[in-house]
């Protein structure tokens, strides 16, 4: 299972308390980040994750481009939607892309939780 995890710089923290709290379901998958998030993940919560760029230099566009080749199974990107980004185009791409390869993407803390509890759950069936 191959996860990518994303956070915009106001939603780390909730990434890592996400993450933390499917540690060691998420401790099974292979773990792929934007630069900046994937730092606290392995520092903060321990996980194995595979750091790209930042997202602002193109990390979003390199998990789209694994995305679209068959190498991601779910993206749980936490968006910031008060905050514009410089790098919007990327962002737009990245989840355009989840869906036009009907890739699930939870943009949101709730949508996130949801998501991973269903696929850490069919995972080890
Ligand atoms: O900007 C991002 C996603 O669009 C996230 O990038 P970082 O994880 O490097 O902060």
Redesign the pocket.
């Known amino acids: 299972m191959n996860i990518a995890l994303?956070?915009?710089?106001r939603k780390k923290d909730d990434m890592v308390a996400l993450a933390s709290g499917f540690a060691t379901a998420l401790s099974s998958c292979t773990l792929m980040?934007?630069?900046?998030?994937?730092g606290r993940l392995r520092n903060e919560v321990g996980l194995s994750v595979e750091c790209l760029l930042?997202?602002?230099l193109g990390?979003?566009l390199q998990i789209g481009a694994r995305l679209a080749e068959g190498g991601v199974d779910a993206v749980i990107f936490l968006r910031d939607p008060m905050t514009p980004?410089p790098?919007e185009p990327?962002?737009n791409a990245l989840v355009r892309a989840c869906d036009v390869h009907n890739i699930p993407c939870a943009t949101n803390v709730s949508s996130a939780r949801l998501l991973l509890t269903q696929l850490l759950r069919d995972h080890e069936d």
């Open positions: 994303i956070a915009h710089d980040a934007t630069g900046t998030t994937g930042s997202g602002p990390g979003d980004q790098h990327d962002i």
